[in-house]
């Protein structure tokens, strides 16, 4: 088990370096369009700045590659931080390491936040330049790691940084997420079903693997779900589908049989005259796509063999939408089923989401994050971790001592 900040004791005047992730998206005029990453920190920055700590607070933002890009600068979401902790004094810097840089966090008072600029204007922050980690370490005593969403890259920020401080532990966002995501993977509640849709099979394939030594029912769905189509031979029309992948999908399905573990795909599909919010649509069985039509959707009847499954699962994982729900006429499965996860957890099941368009979905659907067990905040991230990779952001935090366990 990696320490948490609430291992962490005596900090008042201490320099904290608290790496988060306020990748927020921001408007043309550079308004913070969504506070969610930024509120998502809240509680470790108040429990650090409650015990007396002196932040020094950074994150990343957009694409930059290296460069200062004045339309991403940190600057309104230093506005929005002071806006969420108005008894604070949160200031900000307009470089990320510099003597002037190091000079402010030197002054900085207990319980002040200083941010500084986007971490992706140096250059060195992605490659993972030791001169860089070196500077940043400089600027605290000990490193907090809250950004889960940025736990799968090796940058300066998430790992150099922790061969130089003297301890690095794991922020109260991070710690949920790994506890709530390794659990359910480790040690999940059965029958253990898991709900893998979205786009493209080669974007998730790892974790479909990865899954089958862990699930009881494994729901394919999405636009990845007619390659799957196409290796058990059906003709799938002018679907989505990665003809590299189809014997992998073939191969995996095969596994599955012989670990007993049962795969859902689609019986009857909603499928359009082509890709477009107001295609002509139909519902189709799954063995009669028409030749110039599109799969867009489940249809109904495997909606309710889903719910079926959901319903009497006690662990439910669930990563990409069944359709293409940003239109409605094809929304409706992914809203049956976040339905049917919904009334899951009130029933008492564990349930995970993740995947960036996933919740997307539920949002579009107005179902709040907390009719969930665990929404997780990182889309790459929580992918890679499903996949079973170490992640190297959490990988290079220290571990409970047997004294703080
Ligand atoms: P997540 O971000 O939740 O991991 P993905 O990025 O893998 O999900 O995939 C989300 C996208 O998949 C959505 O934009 C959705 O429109 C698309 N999609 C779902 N079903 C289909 C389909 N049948 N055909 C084409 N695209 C689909
Ligand atoms: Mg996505």
């Known amino acids: 088990m990696k320490k948490t900040i609430q291992d962490l004791t005596q900090l008042r ?9 306020f990748n927020v998206p921001l408007s043309d005029d550079g308004q913070v ?57 949160v200031r900000k ?9 190091m000079e402010k966090a030197n002054a900085l008072k207990d319980g002040e936040i200083l941010l500084l600029e986007n971490l992706r204007f140096e250059p060195g922050e992605e490659k993972n330049d030791p001169e860089l980690a070196k500077k940043l370490a400089a600027l605290a005593d000990v490193y907090v790691n809250d950004a889960f969403g940025a736990a799968h890259r090796a940058h300066a920020s998430t790992e150099g940084i922790t061969h130089y401080v003297q301890e690095s532990v794991a922020g109260l966002l991070m710690a949920k997420e790994i506890e709530a995501l390794e659990r359910i993977l480790t040690q999940p509640h059965r029958p253990f079903t898991a709900i893998i849709g979205g786009a ?54 095969e596994a599955a049989k012989q670990k007993g573990i049962q795969i859902i795909l ?14 002509k649509h139909q519902i189709v069985p799954v063995e009669a796509i028409p030749d110039d039509w599109e ?46 996860v919904v009334k899951a957890t009130t029933n008492g099941a564990q349930t995970v989401l993740g995947g960036g368009d996933t919740l997307a979905a539920i949002e579009l659907f107005r179902v709040p994050g907390s009719s969930f067990s665990h929404v997780s905040t990182g889309g790459g991230a929580s992918l ?17 001592t047997a004294a703080t366990v």
């Open 13 to 21: 005047g201490k320099r904290v370096f608290v790496r988060v992730d």
């Open 33 to 89: 369009m969504d506070t969610t990453r930024i509120r998502e920190t809240l509680p470790t920055l108040r429990a650090l700045v409650e015990q007396g700590a002196r932040l020094i607070v950074a994150s990343h933002l957009g694409r930059p590659k290296g460069k200062v890009d004045d339309a991403l600068r940190l600057s309104a979401v230093a506005e929005e931080l002071q806006r969420e902790l108005p008894d604070v004094p």
């Open 93 to 101: 810097v307009d470089e990320v390491v510099s003597a002037a840089v």
């Open 200 to 253: 493209k099979v080669s974007s998730k394939i790892s974790v479909l693997k990865h899954l089958l030594d862990k699930v009881d029912n494994l729901v394919i769905g999405g636009g990845m779900a007619y390659t799957f189509l196409l290796g058990r031979g059906l003709s799938v029309g002018k679907s989505l589908v990665e003809p590299d992948f189809v014997e992998e999908a073939r191969q995996l399905e």
């Open 266 to 279: 689609s019986q009857d599909l909603v499928v359009a005259d082509r890709f477009g919010k107001d295609a």
């Open 295 to 340: 799969g867009m959707d489940i249809g109904p009847e495997t909606r309710q063999r889903i719910r079926a499954v959901v319903e009497q699962s006690r662990s439910i994982l669930w990563n990409g939408p069944l359709g293409v729900f940003e239109f409605p006429a094809f929304s409706e499965g992914t809203r049956a089923i976040a339905e049917a």
């Open 384 to 400: 890679e971790f499903m996949e079973g990779k170490v992640l190297p952001g959490i990988a290079a935090l220290n571990e409970k």
